[in-house]
Antibody, heavy 120, light 110 residues
């Protein structure tokens, strides 16, 4: 069974940092692109970042460019999102998703999400 | 506002059909694949349609997708109470060089 398990969320002050992790199992991790999608409380989905199979190519939303970095460790079947200079508006549930929106297969499956709260 | 435009809500009686539109531009829907996602209350989204009009295994054929020009459509026929959810379209945008989602459409079964 394909599983994605996010961790690393929590409460952080504005300007702080967090590192999200996503542990994958049940498939060949190194054969797929990955994406982070977030959802602010009561709001819609927002694409955050994507990374290709090798990790050589990454893409970031303008809203997080220069602050967030997506990366992966194919030896540990793990995806990361390093977040710096966090803002109140970064408060959201962050989902790890297999695939990319530019791929014919879309993004699926989705993890259960990890909650990031930015507040003083 | 979202790059892809969806109606905020649609509704219909059980057994009827609803259509959800997703309007974009050439740099996204017009030249890229469209996918659709269903988010039931309190749960993570799941893939409904990929590659504009393909259903993953396990998705009933009551759900269908299509694309024409810079717009895409999700049809749900034989509406059931269990279909009450938020629905999102998604695509890649070559101008932004990033992913984009619609703002979401809430489906209500009357």
């Amino acid at each position: 069974e394909v599983q994605l398990l996010e961790s690393g969320g929590g409460l952080v002050q504005p300007g702080g940092s967090l590192r999200l992790s996503c542990a994958a199992s049940g498939f060949s991790f190194r054969s797929d692109a990955f994406t982070w999608v977030r959802q602010a409380p009561g709001k819609g989905l927002e694409w955050v970042a994507s990374i290709d199979e090798s990790g050589s190519n990454t893409y970031n939303a303008d809203s997080v460019k220069g602050r967030f970095t997506i990366s992966r460790d194919n030896s540990r079947d793990t995806l990361f999102l390093q977040m710096h200079s966090l803002r109140v508006e970064d408060t959201a549930l962050y989902y790890c998703v297999k695939g990319g929106l530019g791929r014919p297969q879309g993004v699926d499956p989705w993890g259960q999400g990890t909650l990031v709260t930015v507040s003083s | 506002q979202s790059v892809l435009t969806q109606p905020p809500s649609v509704s219909a009686a059980p057994g009827q059909k609803v259509t959800i539109s997703c309007s974009g531009s050439f740099s996204n829907i017009g030249s890229k694949y469209v996918s659709w996602y269903q988010q039931l209350p309190g749960t993570a989204p799941r893939l409904l349609i990929y590659g504009n009009n393909k259903r993953p295994s396990g998705i009933p054929d009551r759900f269908s997708g299509s694309k024409s020009g810079t717009s895409a459509t999700l049809d749900i026929t034989g509406l059931q109470t269990g279909d009450e959810a938020d629905y999102y379209c998604g695509a890649w945008d070559s101008s932004l060089n990033g992913g984009v989602f619609g703002g979401g459409t809430k489906v209500t079964v009357l």
